[in-house]
């Protein structure tokens, strides 16, 4: 644990809003992320869905493709190993993932641009336990933006009404053992920000997360065991123009004798609702925030779907 994510506790939310949101707001402004610990997402249903998770991913290839919609772009379902690859690279991830998107209302307008997320039927335990742990951490994400929402000057409720329904998902990632053992210095995801509002990350069972200082500096982030690790994403920095910064970050090889381990993680992003008009706040401006034009959350989407290479233009 380096000096710049030193955790900070939840318990302070409830005994003093004001000091939650003033940490919160410092360490995103430093590196665009922190470090909450006692946090109350239960560890039964993480334990749970990651227990599902590993089953999910131990399934036959042609199983796990049946679940996958390439013409959906992976927004929902499975995503098989070498798809994806960060915005401006050629070089495709060393990783596998599944989506679990909202559970939207029959008659909700979102349907048209937000599917339902398939169930899965060789694993009976899987819908419910990854369903668990999505309404767990969109509860703890909503928590967290209305802290951040005190640390703008903004009321403490602005950000509800706008992510209610957002098209949030929760990845259920894999990165597979490596029997060869890689590259010193090479990377199991490359170097890329966040697309939407904010990350919340459960900590990976395999060390690498680094995240990219703006000295130049690269900064591992290694969180208590049971911490919740959280970062701005690319939503929150156009919304602030800049002030809570949406900082690259990636996940590294480990030494060669971690290499043949796989290596899980469960980022949940968290996203504005499709037609919510991302326009800088003028605070943030005021205080020397570069403005960009406004744009709806859904065409922003979308553009950076198509710069990481899950939709095809």
Known sequence: MTEYFKPIAYPLWTDNKTAFADAIGSSFRETGFAVIQDHPVDQGVIDRAVAATKAFFALPED??????????????????????????????????????????????????????????????????????LYEALDAMGRTMLRAIALHLKLNEDWFDTRVEM????????????????????SVRAGAHEDINVITLLLGAEEAGLEVKHRSGTWLQVNPPAGALVINCGDMLQRLT?????????????????????????TPFFLHFNQDVLIEPLEQCVAEGGTPEPAITAQDYLMERLREIGLVRA
Request: glycine fraction near 10%; aromatic fraction near 10%; charged fraction near 30%.
């Open 63 to 132: 199983v796990k493709q049946s679940y996958y919609d390439a013409e959906g772009g992976g927004q929902r379902g499975y995503t098989p190993f070498g798809t994806e690859n960060a915005k401006g690279k050629a070089e495709f991830d060393l990783k596998e993932f599944w989506h679990t998107g909202r559970d939207l209302p029959a008659d909700s307008p979102y349907r048209a641009t937000m599917g339902d997320t398939p169930a899965v039927s060789e694993i009976e335990e899987f819908d419910d336990a990854t369903r668990a």
């Open 166 to 185: 957002g098209n949030s998902i929760l990845r259920l990632l894999h990165y597979p053992p490596q029997d060869d053992p890689p590259p010193k210095g």
């Open 241 to 265: 123009a800049g002030i809570l910064p949406s900082t690259t970050h990636r996940v590294v090889n480990p030494e060669p004798e971690r290499a043949r381990f796989p290596r899980y993680s």
